[in-house]
């Protein structure tokens, strides 16, 4: 199973070269893809130190999620279908969607993967799209929401710290399509952000099992 967005083309190959690592009995292959903007592609490179003879096994590619290295789309991937058989597509909010999903498949499922080096895949942004436009205030629901995703993955501190990076980026982006009257609009949202970053990369309280159970309680997350 794959997904391609309604603007975006494939390259001629870009379905066989990924079906053939699903031979190496792996649950999810990844393609590096081009970001194909004002008429120039550019190739985006999968995270360095691996080829497509690794099998990438499941608490790597949990971290590579976690610090933001893999890139959470779906769209540059392909699954196994069972991993959706008890899947229910995050939707809620039209903004970070893809990433919201795949932190559930790896949350229910143990899988490793394989990494298509060569770019089949091209990713292009309307004029209309999220990244386009002023931040709404779903869109920071969204961003906290997928967070709490992320969060279920982590297993220690390093991670947490890795996670609180990744979410300061994503904080930064969403603050560069502000102006001033929505960023004021904003302006709590913005703060309850800031504050969880703060206390994924030095608060003690988030560990273990306990880690999305003591957000809820901090800050009075829904999760």
Not at 4 to 14: A, I, N, P, R, Y
Not at 128 to 146: D, F, H, M, P, W
Not at 163 to 173: D, V
Not at 194 to 210: M, P, Q, T
Request: aromatic share 10%; net charge neutral; hydrophobic share 35%.
């Amino acid at each position: 199973m794959t997904f391609v967005d309604g603007d975006d083309f494939l390259e001629s190959d870009h379905l066989y070269r990924m079906q053939e690592l699903f031979t190496r009995n792996v649950q999810m292959v990844v393609t590096a893809y081009f970001e194909d903007f004002r008429r120039k592609a550019v190739a985006v490179k999968l995270p360095s130190g691996y080829t497509s003879d690794d099998i990438i096994p499941d608490k790597t590619l949990r971290s590579l999620l976690i610090s933001g290295e893999l890139k959470g789309f779906l769209w540059n991937k392909m699954f196994r279908s069972e991993l959706f058989a008890e899947c229910k597509l995050h939707n809620t909010f039209n903004f970070m969607e893809d990433v919201r999903e795949i932190a559930n498949i790896l949350a229910r499922n143990e899988i490793c993967a394989s990494f298509q080096m060569v770019p089949t895949y091209h990713y292009r942004q309307r004029s209309g799209s999220s990244v386009n436009k002023i931040s709404s205030t779903t869109e920071y629901v969204a961003l906290q929401e997928t967070m709490l995703e992320l969060i279920k993955l982590c297993e220690n501190r390093d991670q947490l710290r890795l996670l609180s990076r990744q979410y300061q980026r994503l904080l930064m982006f969403e603050l560069s399509k502000e102006n001033k009257d929505s960023y004021f609009k904003h302006l709590s949202s913005i703060q309850q952000q800031i504050n969880i970053i703060y206390c994924l990369a030095s608060d003690s309280r988030l560990h273990g099992r306990n880690i999305l159970e003591d957000a809820s309680k901090i800050y009075k997350l829904k999760r």
